[in-house]
């Protein structure tokens, strides 16, 4: 299972890859030529910003919140019994 989902997490970081304007050159070193999967005027540009202060921040808080419900740790803040 493991290598299954270390195959879908490159997979995806590839395609991620191919939106930005950068492009992925999935032929490295033989070809240089990078590939994309959108049309110039849909592709984003990455490390701005946005991404940077908001998109970043997010992603971390997210990740602590399922590594501590991970841990068996609850989600809520329990009620206290009447």
Known sequence: MLA???ALGCAAHIAGD???HGGCPLFWPASMHEFH???RPLQ???A???E???VFPLLV???G???WHATGHPLSIPQPAK
């Open 4 to 6: 299954v989902v270390t």
């Open 18 to 20: 191919e939106l930005t």
């Open 37 to 39: 999967l959108l049309p």
């Open 44 to 46: 984003f540009t990455t």
């Open 48 to 50: 701005k910003l946005c």
């Open 52 to 54: 940077t202060w908001i």
């Open 61 to 63: 808080v997210g990740l």
């Open 65 to 67: 919140v399922a590594v």
